[in-house]
């Protein structure tokens, strides 16, 4: 009920290309879904997030995309850039309830984008 | 900004050590929470705290206790650290949930040998 499957593990995109990453959830409870980019040797940072009121969210390169039934959500990268050369976590959460605020990580995708 | 600090960015200590890993937040936030990241596992919840000398476990507290003594500060406390703790602990701090997600720290890389 309280995991968050992420996929794919790995991803190598050209310069220019669409990177997708897709994670599934399980707890109906769940509200909230960020999505965070880790460099390395760093902590991981808010990227994008969204609520379950919307089926897609945009911000400049960014897109998730949100299907409540199917308690799916991905994230959409245009343009891939090599400075988008990261890690990416999706993750979820409650806003209220009992463990309100505690983020459910899926386990990351190595995002690399080559010239 | 947020800012969330941790610390240390790197700790060598032995086996059987008691262990503290220090972080403070300049936000004000309710919650703090304590993950460990480790290669092919993500991110695994150990301790969060929503409010002063409140504390509740996550997902893997064994070996790990906790200390909230003031709002902007969240220690992590390894009572006797064995070779199966080395890895990267996060900190990170968020307001009440419907705000939000959650800001992290740079990090902790504790190797024990």
């Known amino acids: 009920q309280q995991q968050v499957k992420q996929s794919p593990q790995s991803l190598i995109v050209q310069k220019g290309g669409i990177s997708i990453i897709n994670c599934a959830y399980e707890n109906t409870a769940f509200d909230y879904f960020p999505w965070y980019q880790q460099f390395p040797g760093k902590g991981p940072a808010l990227l994008i997030a969204i609520r379950p009121d919307v089926s897609e969210k945009k911000e400049g390169r960014f897109t998730i995309s949100f299907n409540k039934s199917a308690k799916q959500f991905s994230l959409h990268i245009m343009d891939s850039q090599p400075g988008d050369s990261a890690t990416y976590f999706c993750a979820a959460s409650k806003m209220s309830g009992g463990s309100q605020g505690n983020l459910i990580f899926g386990k990351g995708t190595k995002l690399s984008v080559k010239p | 900004d947020v800012k969330v600090t941790q610390s240390s960015r790197y700790l060598v200590k032995r086996t059987g050590e008691k262990v503290f890993l220090e972080c403070v937040q300049d936000m004000d936030h309710e919650n703090m929470f304590w993950y460990r990241q480790d290669p092919g596992l993500g991110l695994r919840l150990i301790y969060f705290?929503?409010?002063?000398?409140?504390?509740e476990k996550g997902d893997i507290p064994e070996g790990y206790s906790v200390s909230r003594e003031k709002k902007e500060r969240f220690s992590l406390i390894l009572e006797s650290a064995s070779t199966n703790q080395t890895s990267m602990y996060l900190c990170?701090?968020?307001?009440?949930?419907?705000?939000?997600?959650?800001?992290f720290g740079q990090g902790t890389r504790l190797t024990v040998v």
């Open positions: 990170a701090s968020s307001p009440p949930a419907q705000f939000g997600g959650a800001f």
């Open positions: 705290s929503y409010d002063v000398k409140m504390k």
